[in-house]
C-alpha cells in the first residue's frame, strides 16, 4: 500500500515559521509532482505550493515569498517552510503526490492525511 504521512503542523505566534515534512511510502515506481494544498474551515482545498519532478516550483500568490517547496527525491519527501505565517494560513495542510506504483499502468494522485497549523497569539 502507498502512504502519504504528513509532519510538521502545530501552533504558531503571527511572525513565525513552521517546516512540513511529507514521505511517500509503498511500492512506488517513481513519483512526479509533488504538492501542497489547505484547506481552511468552510472553505475548498486550494494548492499552496507544487514542484516538478523536474525541480520547476510553483506557488499560491498568497504564498509567495514566504513559503518554499523542495523535495528530496532520494527520500520520496517534500518539504514545506513556512515563514512569516499570518492569522490567515490557518488550514489542515495536505501533501499530494502523482506516483506510479508497482502494478498500475498509470499514474495517480494520492493524499496525505491532513496536518493542522494553527497561526495565533
Known amino acids: 500500500q502507498v502512504q502519504l504521512v504528513e509532519s510538521g503542523g502545530g501552533l504558531v505566534q503571527p511572525g513565525g515559521s513552521l517546516r512540513l515534512s511529507c514521505e511517500a511510502s509503498?511500492?512506488?515506481?517513481?513519483?512526479?509532482?509533488m504538492a501542497w494544498y489547505r484547506q481552511a474551515p468552510g472553505k475548498q482545498r486550494d494548492m499552496v505550493a507544487r514542484?516538478?519532478?523536474?525541480?520547476?516550483?510553483n506557488y499560491a500568490n498568497s504564498v509567495k515569498g514566504r513559503f518554499t517547496i523542495s523535495r528530496v527525491n532520494a527520500k520520496n519527501t517534500v518539504v514545506l517552510q513556512m515563514n512569516s505565517l499570518k492569522p490567515e494560513d490557518t488550514a489542515v495542510y495536505y501533501c499530494?503526490?502523482?506516483?506510479?506504483?508497482?502494478?498500475?499502468?498509470?499514474?495517480?494522485?494520492?493524499w496525505g492525511q491532513g496536518t493542522q497549523v494553527t497561526v495565533s497569539s
Open positions: 499530494n503526490a502523482d506516483l506510479l506504483v508497482a502494478g498500475s499502468f498509470a499514474q495517480f494522485t494520492y
Open positions: 514542484v516538478s519532478s523536474g525541480g520547476s516550483t
Open positions: 509503498g511500492s512506488i515506481l517513481s513519483i512526479n509532482a
